[in-house]
């Protein structure tokens, strides 16, 4: 028994010891735990491992997985950074940290640290998947230096892959390193063949030029375009050859390509240009006359362009017909203008008006004129038609239509004087011959019109010179003399001589008028032309003539055809009749409002005011409105004054009647019955305290002669604080009305006390006192300045004054101890010192300023302060501070890039322009004087690009002055295209023949180009 209880506890001892180690230990556990999912278990098991002090992989690796699963990012790097830091570089685990340590920083865009992590792995693992990703970052963040030695690496380890090459070659061109730049993608091109892609090309064949190694460049071309070039790559290799003064080449390389009669259209103008750049114009034009008329939207500036700078104007206007002139350069659009100006083709230049802007026609008067007018600026179509007027050299086309614009713009004795001054003797062709007509009929010179014409008909017949004349005759002329003309022409178009109607009827030659409308009426029977009939056989005392045309048209005709038709009774002495009709009309009913109140007008156009009372009385007492006015305006005409006051006086009475009728009512009792009876209902009226009365009121008081009483009444609402302030503010103009300037001041005074600077009472006192405040304004604002609670409204206060002319006092005020302590006075005692020109004063302030101001626009404010004083120091102080505030201010980076310019800091105004162009495209100047700077580092290839860009900005603008030509021509110079540069310079000494610092410029210019022949001739030298 004993030994089987012996047994039994042995066995219990084993299966015991067994069971303990079947239970997981802490590392088995936690690796469980994670295994399972249940991270939180897990965690806490790996953390109570690495507090033990378990830093290994097998902890470190698990661990930094569950913080990033628990979106500690923060906390997994600082436990991966601390890993690799402790791990030796030759373990395994020491790489694995650094692959882990880069996702965790690109996942929490620490891309700094990202890169820094990927060149060590680089090391580790020198791949060109870690080359090409370190070249990326880098080159996001700006480090040109590191992408280079990324895309060296990269590019050794993967000579084939092309865009690589190119990236690396741009970069290397871009810093300077021309030779390695050529280098790296002729070895590219080579390897591959020539079959290099089509931007390293590019690149290439521009770092050869620029390098003067042309025939290199020559014959990789040639190579290129053999291979596959497309259309467009061969254009562009062709276009660098000709920008770098190598258009024979160009000529040269094109012309197998040529011998293929199927070849594009563009390669065919590309040849013509390069030819007129060869100077082999004859084969130019031989080759433009040979092209197709019609070609698509894509080659039509082309075209146009090429027509015109070998000087086909003609066949260039032929090639635009119909086409959109958008699609067109802009200096070819100016030639082109010129050549319908010497054509006078007006549909052109009708065309051109309507679709070009200014900025292409400013030289062009007349055209801007058209412009002008199309816009509705009438001033402007004045002034330049004026322009082309005094130009004694323009044609009598031009000239004509400078005179028909100064009348479109509203100056109509202005273009009369003008017309009267032409010389219209000689010979003149027949285009013009009709616009002269219009121009003596719209100007009132129909007479001296019809003279004129009659000379021309006998000295030179033609039909141009007959319809001139004819409707002027109409007009002024012997109306049986056109009666006869007209008779002898039985084939006219029906719109003439519905003109002839019209200008015959309205000179009452009655005769000519009908002979005319009845020739409209046969060929074109509408009921347009039969009314025109009516109405000449009106005029031809014929009314029982007209009344069956128009009764024929009266139940559709409109207003227009019922009043000739009341016209036609009225002369028949049948005007009861009419109004019975009218009548019957109205009392049948059915009528559409418009046709009602049609028929209710005709009675009024017959002056049967009468008949029309009843109906525009019931109409006023039921609408109100416009039938109101019109019921008392025939009251007045039938006499019916009486009548219309009363019932005016009885609606006034109605408690019904809305505000609105109201205040008709009382301006109409008003009108009618005169100040008197009204007002003792507009005074109870505005008694009443509601504003629509007060006007009423006050017009009758004016219209009675009672200013006294006006203007106490006015001061009393003015000094009422009941009275809303817009109210006061209105009072306080109607008292300036009344040239009572002091209550006005004082009732704008009492408006603006309990307000602040930029209120509006304020502002309507400024414009009170004008420009040049009194003392005592002064002394009022001035007080409010010494009263403010804040420094921040005394500012404001001391700003309007020195705006308003008291500059001087705030200076004295606040500069009593140099520049005031407070942030908040530095601006007004700046602006102050400004208005005064006080430069050295300003300058000290703007400097004190800079240290204490916090706000970049108030700091922007001070640099053009110190600029407009020439403080070109504190300017730039006061830049510096906008910087420090704001690094990227464009502003601020512009400026300061050209004051280092200016001083010669080549290096300071290359990293600060760079800056502001960084954030656009920035403008013409700061693109130039970085291309300036870069070309006087000796970089002259990296500043292409800029002078690229500021040559497209130069001609985007739509005006130039000569200094912006000028610089135009400069950049020209930098881009090699020294003959485009020459022209510029030609036009400029024509303008400019005395300046001489232009010719000496433009001699720099060509000795700078080897030009010495050119040089020694502007310089005027043997």
Known sequence: MRANILFVLVMLAVGVGVSLLLIPRGEELALQKFRDQDYATARLAYEQRFDAGDHSAATVMPLTRLYLDGGEVDRAIALMEAFVAREPEANASYAEGRQILSRLYRDAQRMGDYLENLEVLARLRPTDENYREMATLAGFHGQIDRQIDA?????????????????????????????????????????????????????????????????????????????????????????????????????????PKLADPGRPLALELTYIDLLTAADRMGEARARLEALPDAVDDLSLGRLVALQMNVGMGRKALETAKGRDLNLIPDWALVGMAETAFRERDEAVLDRMTRELGDAVLAKHPVLAANIAIARGNKGEAGRQARVALADATLPLAEHLAAVRLLDRAGQRGAA????????????????????????????????????????????????AADLG?????????????????????????????????????????????????????????????????????????????????????LADGGAEVESAYAAALGALGRNEELARFVAAKLAKGGLREEEETALVYTLLDLKAYQPALPLLRDRARRLGGEWLFAYADAARKAGAIGELADLLE????????????????????????????????LKQLAASGEARWDGLYRDALTKLGRKDELRRYLVARAGDDRVPAK??????????????????????????????????????????????????????????????????????????????????????????????????????????????????????????????????????????LAEQTRQRGAAAE???????????????????????????????????????????????????????????????????????????QVRALKAKSDN???????????????????????????????????????????????????????????
């Open 650 to 681: 009885a609606d006034l009475a109605r408690p019904d009647l809305d505000a609105k009728g109201r205040e008709d009512h009382a301006g109409l009792l008003l009108d009618v019955a005169g100040p008197a009876r009204a007002l003792p209902v």
């Open 727 to 864: 109210e006061r503010r209105e009072i306080a103009f109607a008292l300036l009305d009344q040239d009572d300037k002091a209550s006005a001041e004082q009732a704008l005074l009492r408006l603006a006390a309990g307000q602040g600077p930029d209120s509006p009472d304020f502002k309507q006192l400024t414009y009170l006192w004008g420009p040049r405040p009194p003392a005592a304004a002064l002394d009022w604002i001035e007080g409010r300045a010494k009263g403010a609670t804040s420094p921040a409204e005394q500012a404001a206060w001391y700003d309007r004054l020195a705006e308003l002319g008291g500059a001087r006092r705030v200076a004295d005020r606040l500069g009593q101890a140099g520049a005031p302590a407070a942030k908040d006075l530095k601006g007004p005692y700046i602006e102050a010192l400004a208005a005064q020109g006080k430069g050295k004063e300003l300058a000290e302030a703007v400097k004190s300023a800079v240290g204490q101001e916090r706000e970049p626009e108030r700091l922007r404010r001070y640099a053009r």
């Open 878 to 952: 006061a830049w510096k501070a906008v910087l420090a505030h704001k690094p990227d201010d464009g502003d601020a980076l512009r400026q300061l890039g050209m004051l280092a310019y200016d001083e010669n800091r080549l290096g300071d105004a290359e990293r600060l322009l760079r800056g502001f162009l960084a954030k656009g495209a920035g403008d013409y100047e700061a693109n130039y004087f970085l291309g300036e700077s870069l070309t006087a580092q000796k970089r002259p290839t990296e500043a292409v690009p800029f002078y690229r860009r500021a040559l497209e």
């Open 964 to 1022: 912006v030509v000028q610089t135009e021509a400069n950049i020209l110079h930098r881009l090699g295209k020294v003959d485009d540069a020459v022209v510029l310079f030609e036009a400029l000494r024509k303008l400019r023949p005395a300046d001489r610092q232009l010719k000496a410029d433009y001699a720099s210019m060509l000795i700078d180009s080897g030009r010495m022949t050119e040089a020694r001739r502007v310089l005027s030298l043997p």
């Open 416 to 463: 009369a004087d003008a017309f009267d001054r032409l010389p219209l003797s000689g010979a003149l062709p027949d285009e013009v011959l009709e616009e002269l007509g219009g121009l003596f009929l719209d100007l009132d010179r129909a007479k001296v019109g019809v003279a004129w014409f009659n000379a021309r008909r006998a000295a030179s017949p033609s039909q």
């Open 469 to 553: 004349w004819l409707r002027l005759a109409a007009k002024a002329g012997d109306a049986a003399q056109v009666a006869s003309w007209l008779d002898a022409h039985p084939r006219l178009d029906p719109a003439l001589l519905q003109d002839i109607a019209g200008i015959a009827a309205e000179r009452g030659a009655s005769a000519l008028a009908l002979k005319a409308a009845e020739r409209v009426y046969a060929a074109a029977p509408t009921p347009r032309s039969r009314f025109a009939l009516a109405v000449a056989l009106l005029s031809a005392k014929r009314p029982a003539d007209a009344l069956p045309h128009l009764t024929a048209m």
């Open 151 to 255: 895309l060296r690496q990269y590019c050794d380890l993967r000579p084939d892959d092309g865009d690589a090459q190119m990236e690396l070659g741009t970069l290397l061109a871009s810093q300077g390193a021309t030779a390695e730049a050529i280098e790296r993608l002729g070895r590219a091109d080579d390897r591959a063949k020539g079959a290099i892609e089509p931007n390293g090309r590019e690149l290439l064949m521009s770092l050869l030029l620029d390098q003067g190694r042309a025939g290199e460049a020559y014959a990789r071309a040639r190579q290129w375009i053999a291979l596959d070039a497309t259309v467009g790559d061969t254009i562009g290799l062709l276009s660098q050859l000709a920008a770098a003064n190598r258009p024979d080449l160009s000529v040269k390389l094109l012309e």
